[in-house]
């Protein structure tokens, strides 16, 4: 995964949770907006990543060929959402942020940071031992 795959990761990832932060702001808590940005944040990262479009498969160079969600994909999304939303409801607090946009924002950018960590981790251990991704 280049750099540009991470980069357009977490910034997906910082605009789907604002947005939901946007949608949500006014009806539901500060922790549940957090997780509800986070979980919505690492769905569309994770999704984006496997689109075949002619634009975005310049984009994501390394796009999976098999099609299928797997179980650890869905445990890391569910992980890096937790994670995400709990920092960021705590960094909201510490600086005294309220405003559900900003919450969103950060939950989206720490969950789609690590589920851009995770997707790195998925990425070198599901090659079996001795086979290399061929240079695009």
């Known amino acids: ?9 977490v910034i997906l990832g910082t ?4 947005f939901a932060g946007f ?6 808590g500060e922790p549940y907006l957090a997780f509800i940005a986070a979980l919505l944040a ?3 990262v994770g999704n ?23 179980l650890r994909a869905i445990i890391c ?7 995400g939303s709990v920092v960021a409801v705590q960094v909201a607090r510490v600086s005294e942020l309220t405003w559900p946009v900003m919450i969103g924002a950060l939950a989206g950018l720490f ?6 960590m995770f997707m790195i981790f998925y990425d070198t251990t599901s090659r079996p031992t001795g086979q290399s991704r061929p240079n695009p």
């Open 1 to 9: 995964m280049t750099f540009v795959n991470l980069s357009i990761a």
């Open 15 to 18: 605009v789907i949770g604002a």
């Open 23 to 28: 949608l949500l702001g006014g009806f539901i």
């Open 42 to 44: 690492t769905i569309f």
């Open 48 to 70: 984006a990543r496997n689109i075949r479009s002619p634009q975005l498969a310049v984009i994501f160079s390394a796009i999976d060929v098999s099609g299928g969600i797997r």
């Open 77 to 83: 999304s569910a992980v890096a959402a937790l994670v």
């Open 111 to 116: 969950a789609g940071i690590l589920m851009a």
